[in-house]
């Protein structure tokens, strides 16, 4: 676990106090965590995300079909 000192603004600081509060979290820590990671599931794109990477892994190691055309591929699969 990486330990930080985090300078944020009042503001900040009651919206944390806020997310802590109204989801229960035991101290602002927890509170950061959670919308770090809802900021991942909300706003990052797909192909960064690791989910997404495991799924481009499950589908490569797939069975795939190489064809160079519709008609070549009609041919294979009939």
């Known amino acids: 676990m990486i330990q930080a000192i985090v300078k944020i603004g009042d503001h900040e600081d009651m919206v944390l106090n806020v997310i802590k509060g109204?989801?229960?979290?035991?101290n602002k820590s927890e509170a950061i965590n959670f919308v770090i990671k809802r900021f991942e599931e909300e706003l990052l794109e797909p192909e960064l995300r690791p989910e997404y990477a495991k799924k481009l892994d499950r589908i490569k190691k797939g069975r795939h079909i190489k064809f160079?055309?519709?008609?070549?591929?009609?041919?294979?699969?009939?």
């Open 22 to 26: 109204k989801f229960g979290f035991s």
């Open 68 to 78: 160079s055309s519709i008609e070549e591929l009609r041919k294979i699969t009939s």
